[in-house]
């Protein structure tokens, strides 16, 4: 079964269980500043996971592209990839546990004929705050999943939310436990370097996960105690590179038919067979899909934020080319990609790589902080380091490197600490408070200073908000001080802030704002405060606008050519 098969199986399926299906977000999201890339299909639906309305029901289904940059170390085995297609169902406040799990378990095994004995299930053991999930083991095996198919794990395994464990989570964020699907590939046999006893989440590559049913039923509190949400909600996601792996009984993903014409032309590239060479080529082949596909997204190679990831996910396949096929100077990238960006940025680091190269025959003793020095300044992963350090009979000291280099991860991790995290940093009624105050903000900036301003980016903390806006001049104190005191002025006069539920077409011809780099389903959420400002947005928001308090402009500056930043509180 091919990749296409699989999904069209998935999003009918679903449809006729009731569920919309809703168009997927773009890889990099238009309206929100506080993440690098879309990486899960729930991402842009956590307003509606915390209670808010979607336009198209409470049962949705869709596909969407991803990238998890945090995988890139994994990439390389049989089952890991930064850039992948995400198959997923939401159920928000409606069915739950038996409904998510007796479905996913007929798609599975009806409709991709998936065999039973084949699939084994994992559930949460539970913590002191957390009862163990007896009911999800429970129904599995009324499905017909024999006890000995069915593992607890803890919540490094069995948790979800953004922050990771229950006692990682702030206030107001939404979490609770899953229960994953994992497809077993009896030709692969158990690798005792991963311990004496095989099962499924031993990273052996006998199993493979296919799906994760979360079921989002917490809060965090303030007082760091977790309550049960009102509202319920489901949120799958599964693979579809991997689904489609197990379909074909095949344990390496790169084997389907989504990776099959650019592994073919790699073996063209470097005259060398996939057999023998796969960690490579996978990596290859999967850093150039991804930088395909960001660039087809608008990004291009950079330095920082996702232009640093594309040149970074290039450079490493040029690379792992270069350690196959042993010269640069007809390394031919052209047949990978039809991106002019991609293209380039190859060109310019064969270059680069040229000069690391020179750099690498004038070392005679090699110590980990000259390997480190390559690799920052020219781009060496230390794998390629190695390589060339051998051919001159030394061994580079490991040790010495990963010093080095968790010193660069702690001043990169200090640097862009919040910037993987999507949506708001938090859920608390602060937050709420300050979304539903951008939306008074942008109008009162467009009366201010003109229609031209349109909404660029938001980053909303408990403690303040930052709002971007395009407008090419620095503002001046009096417009600062009109549009503070415009928005206290609606304030005051406590403005009930509803939602109606239309097209997206009714919706701009009323005169809504909407932000045209973001895809929309047949219907939208359009909110308004009063008379003074209408939105489509997907929240959360206060219900009237004497909920929120005195609003001051704290500070504003440039955000970039062309677009202003302005940050402000709730006192």
Known sequence: MNSSEVKEKYLKFFQKKGHKIIPSAPLVLQNDTTTLFTSSGMQPLVPYLLGENHPEGKRL????????????????????????????????????KENQLAWIWEFFTKELNLKPAKLYVSVFKGTDDVPKDVESAKIWQKLGVPENHIFYYGVEKNWWSRSGTPDQMPAGEIGGPDSEVFFEFTSVKHDKKFGEVCHPNCDCGRFIEIGNSVFIQYKKLSNSKLEELDQKNVDFGGGLERITAATNNNPDVFKIDIFKTIIEKIEQATAKAYKGNEWQMRIIADHIRAANALASDGVSPANKLQGYVMRRLIRRAVVKMKLLKGTIEDMDFKNLSNHDSVIEEVERFKKTLDKGLVEVGKIKKIDGKKAFDLYQTYGFPLEISEELFKLKGQEIDHEEFEEEFEKHKNLSRTASAGMFKGGLADHSNETTKLHTVTHLLHESLRRVLGEHVAQRGSNITSERLRFDFSHSEKLKNDEINEVEDMINKEVKKSLPVSFTTKTLKEALEEGALAFFGEKYGDNVNVYSIGDFSKEVCGGPHVTNTSEIGHVRIIKEESAGAGVRRIYAKIE
């Open 61 to 96: 289904v869709n596909s969407q592209p991803a990238i998890r940059i945090q995988d890139i170390e994994e990439v390389g085995d049989n089952r890991h990839t930064i850039f992948f297609e995400m198959l997923g169902n939401w159920s928000l406040g409606d069915y739950f």
